[in-house]
């Protein structure tokens, strides 16, 4: 069995989204209890979002139980442009498998991010240029990989794959094109232990199992009702949901004295989930979102996703939804805890990032993507229903 440990829901699913590419049988969870049948097994946390001595724990405790389970080979999912406590996960990780030394390969250039000369690119800019400036957790001031990863107190060395690489520490890998990915994965064969992002994954499993990706993305028509929730602060998903609702269509955003309120009461939550329902029950679908920031209120983005994942726990209660479509990892995994949900199916991969899971033993279904990410065309068609 292969294992992954994600820092956050939407990479969980990710990569078991590439699992299927490969034809395995792949199971996601929050918990260490993955069925005998299961050939890649993906524990999703929701660590990036905590403080990074809860990141730490829960890194350490799930890598210890993981670890019993004795997989073939761990992968630990981090960000692909270094956001949250990396280091500081990846040296827990590495305490509790007894090894000295890792290799981490954030970049992508499928997505257009690349690392070079020290130095992250976005787009083939650098990355402190783009809107991964303007994170509400983890702002990104500088494209200097050790700047992004704080390292400063840490044994980090960025390195092409034709260097000499040192025997212990933690070793950022340069990707400027697909080979590098090869080239990382060829270095990586004889480890039991490695982390980055979904393309140096895909590479490994390319590698290890020595085999193409035989499934391609598919296509599906969700059926109703649905619900739409966006956790992202890109401007571009902001944008077209404020075109959507110029043109009619149900989009909720958190009302004003909700978005606005330190302290907020189950009555308020009450009052948008009821408005949400009723959307679904007259519409057959609902978008649910967060306009804007409030200015100048100091709220934290946790509390928003609390408020958020408390009035879509209550809709789910109300109305009996086929399809859950979730843009966030954060807000995702805020939604599954508030309903208690821990184990999913992945059945679906839509577009490299985007996954239809099934929910534990019920007939209900969750799609999940990055925010950074693009929805695949499909997806939005609300008006269709499945057979």
Avoid: C
Wanted: proline share 5%; charged share 20%.
């Amino acid at each position: 069995m292969i294992a992954v440990i994600a820092d956050d829901l939407t990479g969980a699913a990710e990569l078991a989204g590439i699992g299927l590419r490969y034809g395995l049988k792949v199971e996601m969870s929050t918990l260490i209890n993955p069925s005998p049948e299961t050939e890649l097994f993906v524990v999703s946390t929701d660590s990036r979002s905590t403080d990074e001595q809860s990141a730490v724990e829960i890194m350490h405790n799930l890598t210890r139980q993981l670890a019993a389970l004795r997989p073939t080979f761990i992968y630990k999912k981090i960000d692909s442009v270094l956001r949250g406590h990396v280091l500081a996960e990846l040296e827990a990780q590495l305490n509790v498998l007894g090894q000295e030394k890792v290799v981490v390969v954030a970049a992508n250039p499928l997505l257009g991010r690349t690392i070079k000369n020290g130095e992250y690119y976005f787009q083939s800019q650098p990355i402190h240029q783009s809107s991964f400036a303007h994170d509400p957790e983890f702002p990104i001031r500088s494209s200097r990989i050790t700047d992004m990863l704080r390292a400063d107190d840490h044994q980090v060395y960025v390195k092409s794959v034709a260097e000499d690489i040192p025997g212990s520490g933690i070793i950022i890998g340069e990707v400027e094109g697909e080979h590098d990915l090869a080239g990382w994965a060829e270095y990586a064969a004889g480890m039991t232990f490695a982390a980055g992002a979904s393309g140096f994954f895909n590479a490994i499993l390319h590698k290890r199992l020595q085999t193409p990706a035989a499934v391609k993305p598919a296509t599906v028509r969700f059926a109703n009702p649905r619900l739409y929730v966006s956790g992202t602060t890109f401007q571009k998903s902001r944008d077209a949901l404020q075109g959507l609702r110029s043109k009619g269509k149900p989009v909720s955003y958190m009302p004003d004295d909700l978005l606005n309120s330190t302290d907020f009461t189950p009555g308020m939550v009450e009052s948008w989930a009821n408005d949400i329902r009723y959307l679904v029950e007259t519409s057959g679908y609902a978008i649910v979102a967060i306009e804007s920031l409030p200015g100048g209120i100091p709220l934290a983005a946790a509390n928003l996703r609390t408020k958020k994942a408390q009035a879509i726990a209550r809709v789910l209660k109300l109305v009996r939804v086929k399809e859950l479509i979730i843009e966030g990892g954060a807000t995702a995994a805020a939604i599954i805890d508030e309903m208690g949900y821990a184990s999913f199916f992945p059945v679906n991969e839509l577009a490299p990032g985007v996954v239809r899971m099934r929910i534990g033993d019920t007939d209900m279904h969750m799609t999940v993507k990055p925010g950074s990410y693009q929805w695949p065309e499909g997806v939005w068609e609300m008006e269709k229903e499945t057979a």
